[in-house]
């Protein structure tokens, strides 16, 4: 009897913190849609950085793509965004933020395509999918469940990016999304996709001897990444 208490005791206390961290395997076809697809709107979110910051290696490499998945398995691409706090000025402007506002602009545009009301937007974001090619910080994250979006879909880790020398809140988005139970949406989320290709965006900026993304080379005096057309 007491033996089964103890170890009742310590499984409940370490149990749920084990799984807690235990992420679906990236390749398995969740919610309908497969990797090949997964993997097509995460490298969007990559090619994000040339098409908003005109580089494919800024410092900043975070970038996200938002699509709608409910209409088609192959999902239809509503907006993208970019790291923007260097451009703008504004700290708060990661690459998920900067998306979230770009597609609230896009659904309400009065002249676009959805002209939806603000109310229509908010609720807009149920149907819709965050692909981002590093997992999110804890604003974002948050941001995230705040949205209400269907699934969140990240690449590189936190982890990975604090190993690799990048200054992070150490709070994965998983505890962000267990926190969050009296929200009013629940949000599917998956992580690791991709991350042969995503890693690379963040490996090279603390680590000279790292290979620059495809399409830069170093700078002259080796301590970062340009775009090779400049
Ligand atoms: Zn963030």
């Known amino acids: 009897m007491h033996f089964s208490i103890c170890l009742f005791t310590l499984l409940a206390g370490l149990l749920p913190a084990a799984l807690a961290v235990v ?3 990236p390749t398995l076809m969740i919610n309908g849609v497969t990797f090949p697809t997964r993997a097509h709107w995460m490298r969007q979110a990559n090619e ?3 098409e908003i910051s005109g580089s494919p290696c800024p410092f900043a490499a975070f970038g996200t793509v938002i699509v709608n998945h409910t209409a088609s398995d192959t999902g239809e691409l509503i907006c993208m965004g970019v790291n923007e706090n260097s451009k703008t000025g504004n700290p708060s402007l990661h690459g998920e933020m900067s998306a979230i506002k770009n597609c609230t602009a896009i659904l309400t545009d009065p002249h676009g395509k959805y ?4 109310s229509e937007a908010e609720d807009a974001f149920a149907d819709l999918t965050l692909y981002t090619n590093a997992e999110s ?3 974002c994250a ?3 469940r705040w949205a209400g979006f269907r699934e969140y879909v990240y690449g590189t880790s936190i982890d990975t990016l604090i190993q690799k020398g990048w200054g992070q809140i150490r709070m994965p988005s998983i505890q962000i999304f267990e926190a969050s139970f009296d929200l009013p949406t629940q949000s599917r ?7 042969n290709e995503t890693d690379p965006y963040f490996l090279w900026q603390y680590d000279p001897t790292y290979p620059c993304p495809h399409g830069c080379s170093r700078t002259s005096d ?4 340009e775009a090779s057309f400049l």
């Open 142 to 144: 948050s941001a995230i």
């Open 48 to 50: 994000a950085l040339s």
């Open 189 to 195: 989320l998956m992580g690791n996709i991709l991350i």
């Open 137 to 139: 910080c804890p604003m």
């Open 222 to 225: 080796g301590t970062s990444c």
């Open 115 to 118: 002209r939806m009301t603000a």
């Open 23 to 25: 992420l679906a395997d």
